[in-house]
C-alpha cells in the first residue's frame, strides 16, 4: 500500500482527527505537509552505555533486564509512580515514571529493555543514580525496529500535546507508504550532476538517518539528504524570479532618449547639491536602463540620508523629458507628504506639476487631482496606496518610484504597474528601500530585480554620537536636551506606544503631557502618532519644520520620511523594545545637517542578553549593512522584514541565512536553466509536473 502525498494527514497512522486538528494549526493537512515538519535536532542513540559508567546530567541508552517494578498509589489521587529496577552486567539502576500506573503489569522480571534518558542523583539516596521517565522499548532481538533507540534518531519541535516521540512514531508510519515511484522535482540531469539522492530517498533519510551519517552534518543540516531538500526549495523559488524576469524583460517599455541636451540640463537644473560618485553611478545605471525598449525592474539600496530620493527624482524626470508621467508610491502619508515637499521643491526649477494623492485630501481636492493626473497636467504623482485605487487613471505613466517595498504587497506593486500596462507599454520601476538588505535576503526577496546600492553620503554629513543611558540618569538627559534647544537645535523623543498599556511602558501621549508640564515648561512640544489624522500630522510636522514646536515627542511614525536638518538629539526611551532596523531608522532622522548629532538610548538596568547585543550594536556602528547583518544574525530570515515569514516564500527546509551558498548555488542553476533554450522542453514538462500546491507556493503557475 502506498499514499498519495495529497493524503489527509488524519489519515496517518498515530495522527487521528484530533492531532489532525493539532497539525492543522501549524499549517499542516496532507502527507506532503506532514513529510516537510523536518527534525531540528537528532540525537545519537546507535551506543549503549554500561550502568556503571553512566554520571549525574549525562543522557544515556543502555541496554538492561527487569528486576522488579511497583506502582506506588499517591495519597488522593489515582494515578502512581512506578519504580523500576534494572540492572546490566555492571550494575544495577532504579528509574521513576510520573503517572506511571500503566507500567503495572507490562514489565515483568527477565525482559529485556531499552532505557534512554538522563541520568540524576536520586534526592532519597543522594549515594545513588535514577532515571526519570525514560524512554523504554521492550526488546525483542533482531525482530525489532525501534524509532527510539538503535539508531540517530530525529527530535521533533513538539506541537500542541503532540509531542516528539508521538510525532516521529507517525513519521515512520508515513514514510514507510512513500511511492516507490515518486515523482522528482528536480530535473534528472541536474541531480546526477549534482550527485543529490532522489526525492523519496532525502524525505526519509532526512527523518531517519541511515547508519554510519554524520551526527554533526544532520545537526548543521548538510546532510547529503538534507542538502537536496535545501537545493530543491531554493531553486524552485529562484526558477520562479528567473522566469518572471524573462517575462518582463519580452514586455515592451518606452526608451525614453538621454542624450540630448534638455534632458542633461533639466538633471543639472534641478540638482540642490553637487551629487556624490556613488549617485553618479547609480543614475547612469538607471539610464543605460531606460534606454532600453524592455522595462526596467531595479533595487536602489541606500542607508538613512544617502540621497536615494533625489536620484529617484533624478529618473522620473528624465521621464518627464520623455513626454511620460511619474510615479513615487510610499507606505505611509506622512513619508508620502514628506516626498511630495520635497519633490515640489526640487522640481520648482524645471518648473515640473507634482501632485499629492493621499486618502487624507478632501473630497473637492482629491476629485481636482485625480482629474489633472488623468489629463497629464500632473507630472509626477506622489502618493500612498490610494494612487492603486481603480478611479485613478494616467494619460501615459512611464516610471514608477516604490519607497519601502518591503511594506507592499506583490499584488499592490502589480496593480500599480497595470495602470500603465493598460496603455499599451509597461512602466520602468525603481523601487527603493532605506532598509540594508544582506545579500543573502536580496537574492531571496529582490531576485527578479537588477541592484544598485548607495554606498556613500553626501559630504558635509557629521557622524552621530550613540550613548546608552538608564532612566536614574534622565534628568541629566533632559538638561542637555535644553541645552541643544538653547543653542537654536531641535530634539525628537520616541516611546514604543501611544498610550498607557498593561505592558508598563511609558507612552507618547502622557509623556507629552508630562514632559509638557513638568520637564520642559518654557519650551513649545509637538505630539505626532499614528492615530492622528492626515491634516493633524501634517499640522504637527509643519510646526516642527519650522522651529515652532524645539522637541517632538512621537511614535515610531518618524521612523521613515521625517527630514528636519535643525533636528540634532534622538532620545528612544525604552530603547530595548525596538529592533534593530528600527533603532537605525530612527536614528536616521537627526545628522541631517552639518551640526553634531546625539542619539541617546534609554534602557533599563537589567536587559536580556539580545537587547544588549542590539543596543552595543547601536553604539559600535553606523553602518546600514552591518547593522543588517547583526540583525538577520538575531532575528533569524523569516522576521527580518516583520511580517514577512520565511513560510510565505515557500520554503519550509531551507533557511537564506545558514544556507546562503546553497541559495548561491541554486540560483546559478535556475537562472542558467531558465535562460537556456536547449532545456526548454525540461522546463516545459518540470512546470507541467508540478503538483497545484507547489506551483502556488513558488509562485511557478503565474511566471511558466
Not at 383 to 403: M, Q, Y
Amino acid at each position: 500500500m502506498t499514499l498519495s502525498l495529497t493524503t489527509e494527514v488524519r489519515m496517518i497512522k498515530g495522527v487521528g482527527p484530533q492531532r489532525a486538528e493539532l497539525l492543522a494549526q501549524r499549517g499542516i493537512h496532507t502527507l506532503e505537509d506532514l513529510l516537510t515538519y523536518l527534525p531540528f535536532r537528532y540525537e545519537d542513540r546507535t551506543h549503549f552505555s554500561n550502568i556503571r559508567d553512566i554520571q549525574p546530567n549525562g543522557t544515556y541508552t543502555l541496554r538492561a533486564r527487569v528486576m522488579s517494578g511497583q506502582a506506588v498509589r499517591r495519597m488522593r489521587s489515582r494515578d502512581a509512580i512506578y519504580h523500576l529496577l534494572v540492572q546490566d552486567d555492571s550494575g544495577s539502576l532504579g528509574c521513576k515514571f510520573f503517572h506511571g500506573g500503566y507500567l503495572e503489569g507490562r514489565l515483568k522480571p527477565g525482559q529485556l529493555l531499552i532505557l534512554h534518558g538522563k541520568a540524576e542523583i536520586d534526592k532519597l539516596r543522594p549515594a545513588r543514580l535514577e532515571m526519570v521517565n525514560p524512554q523504554i522499548e521492550v526488546f525483542r532481538g533482531d525482530e525489532m525496529e525501534s524509532t527510539e533507540v538503535g539508531r540517530i534518531v530525529p527530535i521533533y519541535e513538539a506541537v500542541g500535546t503532540f509531542g516528539s516521540r508521538a510525532i516521529r512514531r507517525a513519521m515512520y508510519a508515513a514514510v514507510q507508504l512513500l511511492d516507490p515511484k515518486m515523482p522528482d522535482m528536480l530535473p534528472q540531469e541536474m541531480r546526477a550532476r549534482l550527485a543529490y539522492p532522489s526525492r523519496r530517498d532525502a524525505i526519509i533519510h532526512t527523518h531517519f538517518p541511515p547508519p554510519g551519517e554524520s551526527l554533526d552534518a544532520l545537526n548543521a543540516f548538510r546532510s547529503p539528504a538534507q542538502q537536496r531538500l535545501i537545493f530543491e526549495e531554493f531553486f524552485l523559488y529562484q526558477l520562479s524570479l528567473a522566469l518572471e524576469r524573462r517575462a518582463t524583460r519580452k514586455e515592451n517599455a518606452i526608451a525614453f532618449r538621454m542624450r540630448e541636451d534638455s534632458v542633461r540640463e533639466a538633471l543639472k537644473r534641478i540638482l540642490p547639491f553637487k551629487p556624490t560618485a556613488a549617485q553618479k553611478r547609480v543614475l547612469a545605471e538607471i539610464a543605460a536602463d531606460l534606454e532600453k525598449p524592455a522595462p526596467m525592474n531595479r533595487l536602489l539600496q541606500g542607508d538613512v540620508g544617502s540621497g536615494k530620493t533625489i536620484v529617484a527624482l533624478q529618473a522620473a524626470v528624465i521621464a518627464m523629458e520623455n513626454g511620460c508621467q511619474a510615479a513615487l508610491m510610499a507606505p505611509t502619508e506622512i513619508l508620502a507628504v514628506q516626498h511630495f515637499l520635497s519633490a515640489r521643491r526640487i522640481l520648482a526649477p524645471g518648473g515640473y506639476r507634482v501632485e499629492l494623492l493621499i486618502s487624507g485630501l478632501k473630497f473637492s481636492e482629491k476629485t481636482a487631482a485625480l482629474e489633472r493626473i488623468r489629463s497629464g497636467e500632473a507630472q509626477l504623482v506622489v502618493g500612498t496606496h490610494a494612487l492603486i485605487e481603480e478611479n485613478v487613471e494616467f494619460a501615459r505613466l512611464g516610471f514608477v518610484t516604490i519607497d519601502e517595498q518591503h511594506r507592499f504587497g506583490v499584488l499592490q506593486r502589480k496593480r500599480l504597474m497595470d495602470k500603465a500596462a493598460s496603455q499599451g507599454h509597461a512602466p520602468h520601476v525603481l523601487v527603493l528601500t532605506a532598509t540594508p538588505i544582506p545579500r543573502t535576503l536580496s537574492l531571496t526577496l529582490y531576485g527578479d530585480l537588477d541592484v544598485s546600492v548607495l554606498d556613500e553620503l553626501p559630504p558635509g554629513r557629521t557622524p552621530i554620537a550613540t550613548r546608552i543611558t538608564t532612566e536614574p540618569h534622565l534628568a541629566g538627559v533632559w538638561e542637555f536636551l535644553r541645552r541643544e534647544v538653547q543653542a537654536g537645535h531641535q530634539a525628537y523623543i520616541v516611546y514604543p506606544v501611544i498610550e498607557e498599556s498593561k505592558l508598563e511602558l511609558k507612552a507618547a501621549m502622557e509623556e507629552y503631557q508630562r514632559l509638557s508640564k513638568e520637564v520642559f515648561p518654557k519650551l513649545q512640544l509637538g505630539l505626532l502618532h499614528g492615530r492622528l489624522s492626515s491634516d493633524e500630522k501634517e499640522e504637527v510636522m509643519q510646526r516642527f519644520r519650522k522651529n515652532e514646536a524645539q522637541i517632538l515627542v512621537a511614535t515610531t511614525v518618524v521612523e521613515v520620511g521625517v527630514d528636519v536638518p535643525n533636528a540634532t538629539v534622538m532620545v528612544i526611551e525604552h530603547a530595548e523594545r525596538f529592533g534593530l532596523s528600527q533603532l537605525h531608522q530612527l536614528r536616521g532622522r537627526i545628522g541631517r545637517g552639518a551640526q553634531k548629532s546625539h542619539c541617546i538610548l534609554v534602557a533599563p538596568v537589567r536587559v536580556t542578553e539580545e537587547a544588549q547585543v542590539r543596543l552595543d550594536t547601536m553604539v559600535r556602528t553606523a553602518n546600514g549593512f552591518e547593522i543588517a547583518e547583526t540583525d538577520l544574525q538575531l532575528r533569524g530570515p523569516g522576521e527580518f522584514f516583520g511580517t514577512r515569514q520565511s513560510g510565505d516564500l515557500g520554503f519550509h527546509v531551507a533557511n537564506p541565512l545558514r544556507d546562503r551558498e546553497l541559495l548561491e548555488k541554486a540560483r546559478r542553476e535556475a537562472f542558467s536553466f531558465a535562460d537556456d533554450p536547449a532545456r526548454a522542453p525540461s522546463l516545459s514538462e518540470m512546470l507541467r509536473a508540478l503538483p497545484a500546491e507547489w506551483q502556488r507556493r513558488y509562485h511557478l503557475a503565474r511566471v511558466g
